[in-house]
């Protein structure tokens, strides 16, 4: 099966780091977002997935460049004007004309594709969205349905006051090729305002399935932050990430890193290669990226070191995401 994923977005809420990485490209306990979103699809069987790219495409193209991902083949398409959500795919997916996966390319989730795509089959769908559950739907689309699934309404990030229920578009959606053929060739449309709501004209047509897999949009930098616990809580899956070894309960340790016996860690913790953890350190709730070096007694807490930063010996810091290669001397420092 083949996938479109959208990742042609500027990550804004996600500024500076989103300056020089695209979100995709940023890592989630040190592995890059989308590389976690295409295994999660190659495990459900997606073997080829067209990148839908505006922002930045050359960080993919740089990144994927032998377009492949294991076996799965990749295709970039580059927008050269932002075409929306609809006009993204409708343009990444010319030439598709068979039943596709589309994802967001920013949602962290395990949902059972399989069963997503079975539910689609059953409802006899053009499109299928999939829902999430959360608390405050207000910054998302709310999608309403009857017992069945059938879509009520499509209502994108309405007033809080005016939520009609807590079940969300989660981001994910099985599309019939006949969906494209609704959607303008190269003019910016929005999937969530404009197409699905307009797809809802005549009833059959669209439906939703709920669902209570994991699932979080990591594009805030509370959200950023808390796709690192999730994932080295082992909410996806152990180990977090490929080769860690866990040192002690929900500490985990990839190759090469080197910790001083004096330091102490304390879960959820990710220590990344080759990075140094120095005598009478604390690491509490963090993730340290590649080659990070820590010195003796400084004091780390619920935050995002990336590659190759280093923390002077003594300094403090609490509720940041250090952006990569930065220096952060003693003194205390919180975000
Ligand atoms: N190719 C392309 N072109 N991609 C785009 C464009 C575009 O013009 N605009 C946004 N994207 C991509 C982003 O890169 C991201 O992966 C995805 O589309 C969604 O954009 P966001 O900017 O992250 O939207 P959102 O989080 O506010 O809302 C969307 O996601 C929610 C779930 O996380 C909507 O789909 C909501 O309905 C949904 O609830
Ligand atoms: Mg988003």
């Known amino acids: ?30 592995v890059e977002f989308l590389e976690r979103q295409l295994a999660w699809l190659a495990r459900h069987g997606v073997d080829e997935a067209v990148l839908s790219l505006g922002y930045m495409p050359e960080a993919f193209t740089r990144h994927f460049h ?59 769908a053009e499109a299928t969205i999939s829902l999430a559950q959360v608390e405050d739907p207000s910054a998302f689309g709310v999608v309403p349905t009857r017992t069945d699934g059938e879509v009520i309404a499509f209502v994108e990030k309405p007033p809080r006051e005016q939520v009609p229920t807590n079940w969300i578009n989660a981001g994910t959606y099985v599309l019939e090729p ?9 003019l ?39 796709a690192h616990v999730d994932v080295c809580s082992g909410r996806l899956g152990r180990p977090p990430v490929a080769g860690a070894s866990e040192w002690s309960s929900g500490v985990w340790v990839q190759p090469g890193a080197t910790i001083a016996p004096d330091a102490e860690l304390v879960a959820p913790v ?11 350190a604390r690491i509490e709730a963090s993730v340290l990226g590649a080659d990070v070096e820590v010195g003796a007694g400084a004091s780390l807490a619920r935050s995002v070191v990336l590659d190759a930063v280093s923390v002077a010996p003594g300094a403090s810091i609490a509720d940041l995401v250090v952006a990569p290669d930065a220096a952060l001397p003693c003194g205390p420092r919180e975000g």
């Open 178 to 186: 006949s969906v494209l053929d609704g959607i303008p060739a190269r």
């Open 188 to 226: 910016n449309v929005s999937i969530e305002r404009e197409t699905f709501p307009r797809m809802l004209e005549r009833p059959g047509r669209l439906y939703a399935m709920q669902s209570d897999a994991y699932w979080l949009d990591i594009g805030t930098p509370q959200k950023y932050f808390e």
């Open 66 to 124: 032998d377009e492949r991902f294991g076996d799965m083949k990749l295709r970039f398409v580059v927008e050269h004007e932002p075409l929306g959500t609809a006009g993204g795919i409708r343009f990444a997916a010319e030439g598709i004309n068979e039943r596709m996966l589309v994802c967001n390319g920013d949602v962290l989730t395990d949902l059972d594709l399989s069963a997503f795509v079975r539910f689609h089959d059953e409802c006899g």
């Open 270 to 280: 990710l220590i990344g290669e080759r990075a140094n953890v120095g005598s009478g």
């Open 1 to 30: 099966m083949k996938a479109v994923v959208l990742v042609g977005g500027e990550g804004t809420r996600l500024r500076p780091l989103t300056y020089t990485t695209p979100k995709p490209l940023l890592p989630i306990a040190n």
